[in-house]
């Protein structure tokens, strides 16, 4: 019996884990398909706190999670399948199913399953992850100064992502497969009021051009059929992301969107004992230090809640 089960193994799931440990907590970690989160695919981070030199995605996870197994946090490498209710002498606790069959248990649950970036599937582009394609341009628009970069979307995301990229870029193109965009008017505007910002409206992205690091995009142009290459240094997918909570449905509320509704500035989900951190309940910022700071928040509210429950 954990005192709490973590689902999910990027900054908030980590953060959670030392300040269970550090309070007592008997705590695990189940990694899920994922291990890390999407930080794993980042190559550099320079606005995590405490990083003058900037530091990897990778070794930053790497850091937090030795940080949290010095405390005393367990790991496992797993998928969670359900989560069942189980009331043990008018005590509820949770049953968590495995996808190798095995069953673990505990008086609490953190949801930290993050939300997957939606990428396009075309050729040579998960290759050059990290390379050159990326889904995240405040996390990696700096690297990128005065080079020319393509940002693939059209919705309120694309346009805000362009947009942030201008600081840097010395060019943004904006590829949409369609000649009508799904941003709001506003947004538009700000966009094609930007000389940074150029368009390939009507072009359905192809492959990736890569030697070694990306060099450019191969594109359809819907019209006329004609395939067309544009140089880019770095290619950013806007195209939105998923929360991973699929396996949630029914266990806890969740909005139209698929991510986890909290309650106010707590990490409480409308199932008591239940509690969420990091993007899956963030649809907005979604970066690492704010993973990281809800993760606290829940490794807080957990704690309580035991305290509070006398469990």
């Not at 799931?13 to 030392?18: P, R, V």
């Not at 996390?139 to 005065?146: K, L, P």
């Amino acid at each position: 019996m954990y005192d709490s089960i973590i689902i999910g193994s990027g900054p908030a799931g980590l953060t959670a884990a030392i300040y269970l440990s550090r309070a007592g907590l008997k705590n695990i970690i189940i990694n899920g398909m994922e291990p890390g989160g999407q930080l794993t695919t980042t190559t550099e981070v320079e606005n995590f706190p405490g990083f003058p030199q900037g530091i990897s995605g990778p070794q930053l996870i790497k850091d937090i999670k030795a940080q949290s197994k010095n405390f005393g946090t367990e790991f496992l490498q797993a998928v969670v399948k359900d989560i069942e209710n189980v009331e043990n002498n008018g005590k509820k606790t949770f049953k968590l199913h495995l996808d190798n069959g095995n069953i673990i248990e505990a008086k609490t649950v953190i949801l930290s399953t993050g939300a997957s970036a939606k990428y396009l599937g075309i050729e040579n582009e998960k290759e050059n992850i990290g390379k050159g394609v990326s889904a995240c341009a405040t996390c990696d628009g700096f690297f990128y100064r005065g080079k020319d970069v393509v940002v693939i979307g059209g919705g309120d995301t694309a346009m805000e992502e362009a947009i942030f990229l201008t600081k840097f870029v010395n060019k943004v193109t904006i590829i949409n497969r369609r000649d009508v965009l799904r941003a709001s008017a506003i947004m538009q505007q700000r966009a094609r009021d930007n000389e940074k910002i150029e368009w390939k409206l009507d072009y359905t992205p192809k492959k990736v051009l890569a030697d070694e690091k990306v060099t450019g995009i191969e594109l359809l142009n819907n019209k006329t059929g004609e395939i067309e290459t544009l140089a880019a240094d770095g290619i950013f997918v806007a195209i939105g992301r998923t929360p991973n909570t699929k396996f949630l449905e029914g266990k806890v509320e969740i909005d139209d969107r698929g991510y986890i509704i909290t309650k106010g500035k707590s990490s409480k989900t409308s199932t008591a004992g239940i509690f969420a951190a990091g993007d899956v309940q963030d649809s907005k910022y979604q970066q690492a230090i704010i993973a990281a700071g809800s993760g606290a928040i829940a490794g807080l509210d957990v704690e309580e809640y035991l305290r509070e429950n006398n469990l």
